[in-house]
Nanobody, 127 residues
């Protein structure tokens, strides 16, 4: 059974930083893309960042580019999201996602590209 478990969320002041982790179990995702999405109250789930299967390419939403960094540790089957210069509008539940395909080189911005999802971790940024 595949599980994605996020951790690292919490309450932080504007301008602060948090590092989210997503640990996968049940299968290896070392050849699959992984990503982060978020959903704020009353809003649709939106793309935050993604990393391709090799780790050689990363993708960001315009709203997170330059502030967030996605990375992965294949040996630990884990993906990370380093969030700096946080803003109140970053407040949301953050979800980790993984693609079931191997060596996929296509676009990774859509939620429908991913097959496995974590339960989410709350990030709250106070002003």
């Amino acid at each position: 059974q595949v599980q994605l478990v996020e951790s690292g969320g919490g309450l932080v002041q504007a301008g602060g930083s948090l590092r989210l982790s997503c640990a996968a179990s049940g299968r290896s995702f070392s050849t699959s893309a992984m990503g982060w999405f978020r959903q704020a109250p009353g809003k649709e789930r939106e793309f935050v960042a993604a990393i391709n299967w090799s780790g050689s390419s990363t993708y960001y939403a315009d709203s997170t580019k330059g502030r967030f960094t996605i990375s992965r540790d294949k040996g630990k089957n884990t993906v990370y999201l380093q969030m700096n210069s946080l803003k109140p509008e970053d407040t949301a539940v953050y979800y980790c996602a993984a693609d079931r395909r191997s060596y996929y080189g296509g676009r990774l911005y859509g939620a429908d590209e991913y097959d496995y999802w974590g339960q989410g971790t709350q990030v709250t940024v106070s002003s």
